[in-house]
């Protein structure tokens, strides 16, 4: 099984247009910074030791009988996945909002609808339990869980909350559905961070469990190694970044990879855990993922690449030393979806299909069995032979109805194979279930126009807005998203969009901050409300978002759909919104704060509780013309 690197993202300043697409979510997050507010710019550094400890792993993730012990002892069904994650979420209770149903229509395609109104006074009743009766229960999830004794664990509270609005976007009223706790967990006192690095547990109003997540590890001390300094970790960092970046100094810490058990086993590829920084970049020019590097030397992979470019056809090869083997391969393009299986060892060959004036680049993202990264790009902007060095580190963090479905793809951040792996993942899984792409942009393929509307000249009615569904990965800020083509030009803004007016039902942005409530008045609703004209739902983060290693598409579209084992359904496919929910509860790191939002039309009708199609209940589109208000649901990680 192949061990990923998440690539940490960063937002996009207003005032700069630099984007990234995960930053630090501060002090609440896992890899906040340990201490110091150094700089290259001359600030003092904080002292950090010279050495850390290095784990050793004595079992990858949570065996069979482990993970039976644990939901008889919640009172839950058995959700192990052969990674050896448990990650459960009961559809009837996670998040739930009462609705109504008040009538039953079609769209545009004939696809049967059922109209649903929020139920305001069943809504009121809700009650979460008290903060304090969920940190009580939650220690015995803590006990069952049976932590290695080298991690700490501290419990955070968190709710569910959903907030209702007028036409103008004021707030009406907010209300919590659920009490959550997480565990943030470090190690020597050293904050740690990772998909296997999970510990959460959801509580219903009525007490009972609705979501649980466990995908730690079992480790052992190995003893203790030099690590490098902060200045030296700086310089490293420098060298993954342009230089226009600035950057705070990095913060050390643990990254646990996600789990790698062949079959819940507690076996799997990850032998050690290491020390690793975080980089931390401010500003300037350039993707800015807060990403890791090795704070062991000699730790990561070493890569040498050697590209070759005749007219539209491309090829490259790796040589590789270093690290831990086995290694995972990862190649991606700047202009060419390259098919995972084609794009997974030490070369690769393919044909760059430029749309417009795009410029060709091939990247390698190469991996060790522990989870350390070394990334490596070549442009081609001609024909010839180039060749380059990696720079260690990276990471990061059939259907029932009745017309067709489809979805779209667009990644604008190529060079990121985290990136690539959403979009990949997503595109896979739907295909699995019969709903093609109807269109997958990648790097400089991917255009605002295709989001623009037409009466700006933009081509949504071709391109997002001729689909069901929509997955973005790539770079944002409160104020839009954005791409590296200037066609027509390098963002989307609220005034660009008015989706939903063709065929547009769910728009899902694995972008920074695109949902942020910027002045704790829920201004996000002003921003984005008014770009919704039959638009069912925008899917997105308050926060900074993760580019997760092995991406985030495939989890949320595993989740629109039954789980099934052999043959048996053990959960049904969930809601678009609870899909949404679960991915960010599996995949992104303590403290981000995920966010679906859409209208609410005549007699209280929203689309809170929309599957995808032939999963289960549609709502209607709701025009801009009969908004009456909107909804939000927000949770935190």
Not at 156 to 184: E, F
Not at 376 to 399: D, E, H, Q, Y
């Amino acid at each position: 099984m192949r061990t990923f690197t998440p690539r940490r993202l960063s937002k996009k300043t207003l005032g700069a247009l630099t984007i990234a697409l995960a930053a630090a979510v501060g002090a609440a997050t896992a890899t906040a910074s340990t201490g110091g507010q150094g700089a290259p710019g001359g600030r003092a550094f904080t002292a950090l030791p010279s050495k850390a400890p290095v784990y050793r792993v004595v079992q990858e993730g949570l065996t069979r009988d482990d993970a039976a012990r644990l939901a008889e002892g919640l009172g839950v069904a058995d959700d192990l996945l052969p990674n050896g994650a448990f990650e459960y979420v009961d559809a009837a209770r996670f998040g739930q909002v009462p609705m109504k149903t008040v009538g039953q229509g079609a769209d545009e395609s004939g696809r049967p609808t059922v109209s649903q109104a929020l139920d305001l006074k069943a809504l009121a009743a809700i009650k979460p339990i008290p903060d304090s009766a969920a940190l009580a229960r939650a220690g015995r999830f803590l006990g069952l869980a049976a932590l290695s004794r080298d991690f700490s664990a501290k419990p955070s509270i968190s709710h569910t909350q959903i907030a209702i609005t007028d036409k103008r976007g004021k707030v009406q009223q907010k209300r919590s559905l659920d009490t959550a706790v997480t565990y943030q967990l470090s190690l020597a006192g050293l904050p740690v961070s990772g998909q296997g690095a999970k510990l959460r547990i959801t509580f219903a109003s009525d007490g009972t469990v609705s979501q649980v997540s466990d995908s730690m590890r079992k480790i052992q001390s190995a003893g203790s190694v030099p690590i490098i300094s902060q200045a030296a970790a700086t310089a490293g960092c420098a060298a993954l970044y342009g230089p226009g970046v600035k950057q705070l100094a990095p913060s050390l810490g643990y990254y646990l990879p996600a789990l790698t058990a062949d079959q819940a086993s507690g076996k799997g590829s990850v032998k050690q855990i290491l020390p690793a920084y975080t980089c931390n970049p401010t500003g300037g020019r350039g993707p800015q993922a807060h990403r890791l590097l090795p704070a062991v030397a000699g730790s990561s992979p070493q890569a040498s690449v050697r590209a070759t470019r005749d007219g539209a056809s491309v090829s490259a090869s790796a040589t590789v030393s270093g690290g831990t083997p086995p290694y995972t391969y990862d190649w991606s393009s700047s202009t060419a979806v390259l098919s995972p299986d084609a794009s997974s060892g030490p070369a690769v060959q393919y044909v760059s299909k430029p749309r417009g004036k795009a410029t060709e680049a091939v990247s390698l993202d190469v991996t060790d069995a522990n989870g350390m990264s070394a990334t490596v790009s070549v442009p081609l902007p001609s024909n010839g032979t180039k060749t380059a060095k990696s720079v260690p580190g990276g990471g990061g963090f059939g259907i029932l109805a009745v017309g067709p479905t489809d979805v779209g793809i667009e990644n604008m951040v190529d060079e990121w194979q985290c990136a690539q792996d959403s979009a990949n993942g997503f595109k896979s899984v739907m295909a699995s279930h019969g709903i093609s792409s109807a269109f997958d942009w990648r790097g400089w393929n991917a255009f605002e126009k295709d989001f623009k509307k037409g009466s700006l000249g933009g081509w949504d009615s071709t391109y997002v807005d001729n689909v069901d569904m929509q997955w973005y990965t790539g770079h944002g800020w409160p104020g839009g998203f954005t791409f590296k083509s200037s066609v027509d030009d390098t963002s989307i803004v609220p005034s660009d969009a008015q989706w939903g007016d063709r065929d547009l039902e769910w728009l899902q942005l694995e972008s920074c901050e695109v949902l942020r409530d910027t002045t704790g008045t829920d201004d996000y609703f002003g921003r984005w409300g008014p770009t919704m004209d039959g638009l069912h739902m925008l899917n997105g983060f308050h926060t900074n978002a993760y580019c997760i290693g092995g991406g985030t598409g495939g989890d949320f579209a595993q989740y629109l759909f039954p789980q099934t084992f052999f043959g048996i359904t053990i959960r049904p496919a969930l809601t678009v919104r609870q899909a949404w929910a679960s991915m960010a509860l599996d995949k992104e790191p303590s403290g981000v704060v995920y966010r679906s939002m859409g209208p609410i039309g005549p007699g209280g009708i929203t689309n809170i509780g929309d599957h995808f199609w032939g999963q289960g209940s549609v709502g209607p589109d709701i025009s801009a013309a009969s908004h009456i208000g909107y909804w939000s649901i927000t949770g935190t990680v």
